[in-house]
């Protein structure tokens, strides 16, 4: 060694030396000076290490020399840069590891770089090509690398590998970038199913997305949109196009089997609803027809509407509410009728002369009576103590008539009908006789007085009673019922224009009662009363014997009629089969009472109590207690017994 490279190295080492005393402090300075002519590459690593914090393996190869001129202090950040920079100089690079970072060259890099996504060292890297060629990329961009850089192209994927230093990455991802465009802009199909493309179009079009050179047409024959345009473009046409393609058009059918409603009155209800509150476009849609055979409403509609309908179908189908009305009707009525009489008279050549005559109602004149004698015709001198006399013979005498007479007739009416109905329907019971009535008459007259061809009209008339009710079930379990009622019968009395003179009681209201409460309808209470007499004036007055010249008769009527209706709501079928049996039960005790006695002599009387023990329900039906005698005593057979639940 001379006194020249002597010197040298005593510089560089004095160099160094202040570099370390420099760095040393590194860890408590925010910026430091460097200042280095031709450092040994190695101690300037260390240096780095050291005020950086970071661990380095050198390879073997890294050799070389340094100058750094800073004027100024620098930033840890700002030393690395130019520690990165002194490296690229050397042809060397930094390939990262987990605990320390190898410093290789950058022939040797391409080995051992790891494939990452970031960081400034040596780095593998994946780039993927979308619309050019990964070869036709490869070709531009290779002239751009250096030496050390390796790329190539992974066959049948159209990718690249590219393995450089993360500075370079980035240059050559964006020129990548720039490289892969479309060389011509994509066209995409878009079909549509349920909307239509032509008004899918109009949307887009008002909205404005569609950029200059893109362009959204709308095929009619294919019902799809045709796009150009970039892929923001498609994506957001794609986007808006699956919101609008709806299934609205498209139209289904369904069949419900409906348990209780009537199929026709549930269709007019669910078309009057959709009406009200659909779509008028829509309304063309959707069809109800009812199958009255198998009570099944079919259901044609959009999808999208089908399960509204269905839903308010099913809600409207449910088992409807009975309702048990039992009306209670009574009437009484009493008739009173007293008569006193006395009529006497003297009889010359055979008439009457002389005395006191009455005419009074139910009661024969004294001047009919004798007439009747007299003739030898029988005459009926009315009900009650009677005391007559006539001359038996010849044309004069004297005639007496003396009547009395105190008459009571009463009759008591009392009905307990029972109806069931269902909620909203109307139901009648009619216990009564048919009665003919004549309406008019028609005859034509001949030669003769004999009529020819006479006929009459007449008009058949319930007699008897009749219930009618319409009962309503409201929320609060109350019932609204409309009532008709009406009480008539016969009073075997005629009119003077002809035919029989009936009575007839009726009502007709509406009224709201709770279920199981009995409420009132009607209670009429009649009291009448009338008297007739007939005196000899003067005579009449006379003590004692007064009474022979003035007859009397006085008449009192009483009626009372009497409605009460208890409606009953009937939920179930366990309830319904309950009530039925307590009434069963009321009807069998009633039969047991009015039944006479069998006394035992014959004929044999056979019972006739209602076929009912409390317990089954079918025994009514059966014609079991029937068959056995029947059969026994050889009578014609008897229709087959009637079966239930598969018995």
Do not use: W
């Not at 009416?413 to 269902?422: G, K």
């Not at 004036?537 to 004692?544: D, I, M, R, T, Y």
Request: charged share 20%.
């Amino acid at each position: 060694m001379n006194r020249t490279e002597c010197v040298r190295s005593v510089l560089i080492a004095m160099a160094l030396g202040l570099c370390l005393v420099v760095s040393l402090p590194f860890s408590a300075r925010a910026q430091v000076g460097l200042n280095l002519r031709d450092a040994d590459l190695r101690n300037f690593v260390e240096i780095v290490s050291e005020a950086t914090g970071r661990s380095y393996i050198l390879d073997p190869g890294v050799r070389g020399t340094v100058t750094v001129l800073a004027p100024t202090e620098i930033t840890s950040d700002e030393l690395y840069e130019v520690f990165l920079s002194v490296l690229e100089l050397n042809r060397l690079t930094i390939v990262e590891g987990a605990g320390a970072d190898r410093i290789v060259p950058m022939n040797t890099a391409r080995e051992l770089a790891p494939v990452t996504r970031g960081g400034s060292a040596y780095e593998t890297r994946i780039l993927k090509i979308a619309h050019v060629p990964a070869q036709e990329i490869l070709e531009v961009i290779r002239p751009l690398l250096p030496a050390e850089a390796v790329v190539s192209v992974v066959p049948g994927s159209n990718l690249l590998i590219l393995s450089d230093r993360g500075q370079n990455h980035r240059r050559i991802e964006a020129l990548v970038a720039r490289l892969d465009q479309p060389k011509e802009a994509p066209i995409e199909i878009l079909r549509l199913r349920n909307a239509d493309a032509a008004e899918v179009l109009q949307v887009i079009q008002s909205m404005e997305i569609i950029p200059q050179g893109a362009n959204v047409t709308a095929d009619r024959r294919s019902n799809a949109l045709v796009i150009s345009g970039p892929d923001s473009l498609r994506r957001q046409v794609r986007t808006l196009a699956a919101r609008l393609d709806t299934q609205r058009n498209n139209v289904v059918s369904h069949a419900i089997g409906l348990k209780y409603a009537d199929a026709s009155t549930m269709a007019g209800v669910v078309l009057s609803s959709l009406a009200q509150q659909g779509d008028p476009a829509q309304q063309g849609e959707i069809r109800l027809v009812p199958e009255p055979q198998t009570n099944t409403l079919l259901i044609s509609a959009p999808e999208d509407r089908m399960n509204d309908i269905i839903a308010m179908v099913h809600y409207l189908d449910r088992r409807p509410t009975q309702v048990l009305v039992e009306a209670v009707i009574f009437e009484m009525s009493v008739e009173g009728f007293s008569d006193l009489s006395a009529q006497f008279a003297g009889i010359i050549n055979s008439a009457v002369v002389g005395g006191a005559q009455f005419s009074l109602e139910g009661r024969p004149s004294l001047t009919n009576l004798v007439s009747g004698v007299i003739n030898g015709e029988s005459v009926d001198a009315g009900s009650g103590g009677i005391i007559a006399g006539v001359p038996r013979q010849g044309d004069r005498g004297f005639a007496g008539f003396l009547a009395a007479i105190a008459r009571t007739q009463s009759t008591k009416l009392l009905s307990t009908p029972s109806i069931m109905t269902l909620n909203n329907q109307e139901a009648e019971i009619v216990v009564a006789q048919n009665v003919p009535f004549v309406t008019g008459s028609f005859a034509t007259v001949g030669d003769d007085a004999i009529p020819d061809n006479p006929f009459q009209t007449i008009e058949r008339q319930d007699v008897g009673l009749t219930l009618n009710v319409t009962p309503q079930i409201n929320a609060d379990n109350t019932v609204k019922m409309v009532v008709k009622q009406e009480v008539s019968n016969l009073t075997n009395s005629s009119s003077s224009a002809g035919g029989e003179i009936t009575s007839k009681r009726s009502l007709s209201t509406t009224v709201l009662v709770h279920s199981g409460n009995v409420i009132m309808l009607g209670g009429l209470l009649e009291n009448g009363s009338g008297s007739a007499s007939q005196e000899v004036p003067g005579l009449a007055k006379l003590p004692l014997v007064g009474g022979l010249f003035r007859g009397k008769n006085a008449s009192k009527n009483q009626r009372v009629l009497l409605v009460m209706l208890r409606p009953k709501v009937v939920n179930s079928e366990e309830e319904a089969k309950r009530l039925t049996r307590e009434l069963a039960r009321e009807a069998k005790a009633a039969s047991l009472v009015i039944e006479p006695i069998d006394e035992g002599n014959f004929p044999r009387r056979p019972g006739s109590s209602l076929p009912f023990d409390g317990a089954d329900l079918n025994q009514p039906f059966d014609a079991g207690f029937i068959d056995d005698v029947a059969q026994s005593r050889n009578y014609p057979p008897l229709p087959t017994r009637l079966r239930f639940g598969g018995g």
